[in-house]
Structures are given as structure tokens and as C-alpha cells.
């Protein structure tokens, strides 16, 4: 039903078609959460969503988590465009003590894996009890790093997609939809 209202979308030099549907985002999302109020009920978790991508994310699933818990944001840099500059940056990091705690970080998309290897050493450093990902989407073919997510949205191949906090040059992330690169 939803593609029925749901249409092409133009970013830049881009345009883009229909892939995930916001009603299918939310369903998943709340899996997601229900999974994670089971593992870590009764724990000392803190949430680690990265920006910029994963806010909408970080944003939908914590209000389906039902335990007292911390959040918190960092962020780091590595796409260009359309691909990985396989450099990550980080570019604000974690102030919150986080030894002996759980740790929960939130990605919008996994796909080499090299912005976790990063994220990993930064976090790891600071002795937390556990260290897992949450993704909302992975991409199983591109990934290549140490640490893969254990609660995943939607495995996807290897294709370009906005919307939902990911962008194109910055923008395309205000969608409740997701989208994916049209081929020419
Ligand atoms: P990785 O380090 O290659 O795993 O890439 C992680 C980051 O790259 C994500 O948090 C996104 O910001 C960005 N990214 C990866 N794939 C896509 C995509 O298909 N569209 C938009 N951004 C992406």
C-alpha cells in the first residue's frame, strides 16, 4: 500500500526510489527493542548512538526501551559521496564513565565495518563490562571489520541508500522512508 503515495526523490545530482517503508522501519525497530529488554533487563546499560546517521534510530527504538538507562552520542566521519574513505574520523567522543557498564552502540547502517573497528578501540579502552552493536541495517557483502553488529534491522547488499537519518552530501536524512539509488 505504502508505494502507492510514495515517490521518487531527487538529492543533488542524485535520484532515488522507494526501498524501505517507514511502517516497516517501526515494526522492526520494535523487535529490536523487545530483543534488547530481554537481554538487558536489570543491567547498567548505557546507549551510544552514533551521529550523525543514527539519530532517527537512537531516537525510535529508546523510546521502546522499557529499563532505566543512559544515553549518550559521538560521532565520527568516513563516508565521501557515496563510498567509505575507508579513514575514519572521530569527531566528538564519549564523555559519560562508562567502566563496569553495559554498552549498547546504535548504527544507522554497518557496512565495511572499519567505523566499528574505530568505535571498538575508542570505547574499549575505557573498560566497560560489555561492548554490542545494534544496527538498523547491514551490509553483510561490504563488511569487512572485526566486529560485527548483533542485533540487526535489515541485512541489505551492497547498494546506496538514503533516508531515515543517511544521507547523500549531507542531505536526504528528514525521510521516514528509506530510499535507494536508482540505477541509470
Ligand atoms: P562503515 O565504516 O563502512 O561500516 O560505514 C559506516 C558509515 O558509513 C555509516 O554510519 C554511514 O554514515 C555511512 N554509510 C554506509 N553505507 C551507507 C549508505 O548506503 N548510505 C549512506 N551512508 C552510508
Known amino acids: 500500500m505504502w508505494f502507492q503515495t510514495y515517490c521518487n526523490v531527487r538529492i543533488k545530482d542524485k535520484e532515488f526510489e522507494p526501498y524501505i517503508s517507514s511502517s516497516d522501519i517501526q515494526s522492526t525497530i520494535q523487535k529490536i527493542a523487545d530483543q534488547i529488554n530481554t537481554d538487558y533487563s536489570g543491567k547498567s546499560v548505557i546507549f551510544v548512538g552514533v551521529l550523525n546517521g543514527a539519530f532517527m534510530f ?43 557498564k553495559h554498552v549498547i552502540i546504535l548504527e544507522d547502517i554497518v557496512d565495511t565495518g572499519l567505523t566499528l573497528n574505530k568505535i571498538f578501540s575508542m570505547i574499549n579502552h575505557d573498560e566497560p563490562a560489555s561492548l554490542e552493536v545494534a544496527s538498523l541495517l547491514y551490509k553483510p557483502e561490504a563488511f569487512q571489520g572485526k566486529h560485527s553488529p548483533k542485533y540487526v534491522g535489515f541485512e541489505i547488499p551492497k547498494k546506496f541508500i538514503v533516508g531515515y537519518g543517511l544521507d547523500y552530501l549531507e542531505e536526504g536524512r528528514n525521510t521516514k522512508d528509506i530510499y535507494e539509488l536508482k540505477d541509470k
Open 58 to 100: 537512537a531516537g525510535d527504538l529508546l523510546k521502546n526501551i522499557d529499563f532505566n538507562c543512559e544515553i549518550s552520542f559521538i560521532k565520527v566521519a568516513s563516508y565521501e559521496g557515496t563510498s567509505s574513505s575507508g579513514k575514519v574520523h572521530e569527531l566528538i567522543g564519549l564523555v559519560n564513565d562508562i567502566k563496569d
